[in-house]
Every structure is written in C-alpha cells, then in structure tokens.
C-alpha cells in the first residue's frame, strides 16, 4: 500500500495546484453534534455532509482533469475520507454524499472504517471519489495542507476547532470556537474565486446548519 500511495504522490506533482484557506465558525455545528452522537452520527459525516451539499451548488470544484487537456464535470459527488491505517493511507468513499441523509452517511462512515482496520475494503468502497477530505483536527492540529489526489479537482484539509477571540461588528468582543479550512485545487479547471465562493457557501452551511438533518 506504502508503495501506491508514493507514486500517487510523485505523480500529483505534476499538477498546477493553488491553496485557499477559510476560517469557519463551528459553535452551530458543535451544538447540532451533540444532539445527534447519540444517535450514532460523527463529526466526520457532518462535515462530509457540508462538503457534499457545497459541492452541488459549485459542480466545478466537483470536477477533474484527468487527461492533463481537458476536463470534464461529474455527474456525482462522491466525498472521499482520508483514513490514516497500518502501512499507510486509505479513502473510503461516500457516494451522493449530497443526496444521502445524514443518519444514513453516518451509517455507511461507520461500516467503512470498520472495513477499512480489518483491510477488509472492496475496490468499490474506495474507488469514484470526485473530492476529497481530510480531517486532522481530531488529532488537535490547527491547520495544514493536503496534496491533491490524482484525477480530482480539489482536498480539504480540515484543521481542530478552537475557542477564538472574535471581534464583532460594534467593537465588542467574544469567544466562538473557529477552525481554519484550506483547500488544494488544480488550477487548470478550478480558480481562486470559485474556491472561495465554494468555501463561503461550505462556511454558510457549517454555520446554521440545520438542513445537514434534512
């Protein structure tokens, strides 16, 4: 496995890429989080949830160029999940994470990583991702950059979330738990303002985020 992830990584550099970082507010979505763990939903589906809600409403941040010529827009979005194992670095796929409801993306996460510890996953289950995310924040890290898989059009590297000092608008001040958010786009399909409109309608979802349970 060591050995396929280094050439996907020495081929990924022959990629123009670009990042644009994001600083998203989570109090909202910490909150809805601990209405519904209990009913088995992780933090990793609610973000795969923003991502694939994002990615319906910004289809060229969803796209690839696979040939180095052209490019081309998926018909599906498919959010693939960094998930660190034994030899290496494997990403199960969330099909239609766009159109699946929450429970059920949560469900279908919890029976990935599961395959995934006992190396037990199919080609399907981490084969068709058409954006990529990867989450180090549970491991406390505050931000980083990811490399771009080869033959999708962008990864998200999801830093910790942490109680920041903000500054509202009248002058006075507050604690908000914020976490910073970088994307690595290929810049042969995708531009700067497409990552940022894409990034504001992701940090709109995170924060009010009710319609990730509808």
């Known amino acids: 496995m ?25 109090d909202a979505l910490d909150a809805l989080y601990k ?11 609610l973000l795969a949830k ?13 796209a690839a160029c696979k040939d180095g010529k052209s490019f081309h827009y998926n018909a599906s979005v498919n959010v693939a999940v960094a998930v660190a194992m034994d030899g290496g670095l494997i990403t199960p796929v969330l099909k239609n994470a766009d159109q ?18 006992r ?7 981490y084969t068709g991702g058409t954006f990529t995310l990867s989450n180090l ?12 898989p080869i033959g999708q059009g962008a990864i998200m590297a999801v830093g910790s979330s942490i ?14 738990r914020q976490m910073q958010i970088n994307v690595t786009a290929d810049h042969r399909i995708i531009y700067g303002a ?8 992701f940090a709109k979802i995170v924060e009010d985020p009710e319609q990730l349970t509808l």
């Open 137 to 148: 924040g549970m491991f406390g890290v505050d931000r980083f950059d990811a490399i771009l």
């Open 194 to 201: 497409d990552l940022a409109e894409f990034l504001q309608t």
């Open 100 to 117: 699946t409801d929450l429970f059920t993306m949560s469900g279908q996460w919890k029976e990935l990583v599961g395959k995934a510890r």
């Open 2 to 26: 060591q050995g396929a992830v280094a050439r996907n990584m020495e081929a990924t550099l022959a990629v123009p890429t670009f990042r644009v970082g994001y600083t998203v507010t989570t």
């Open 35 to 45: 209405r519904v763990k209990g009913k088995g939903v992780t933090m990793t589906a």
């Open 119 to 125: 190396k037990a996953l199919s080609p399907s289950d």
């Open 163 to 176: 109680p920041t000092m903000v500054a509202a608008e009248d002058g006075s001040f507050g604690i908000k």
């Open 50 to 62: 923003a991502v694939g809600l994002a990615l319906a409403r910004h289809p060229i941040v969803n």
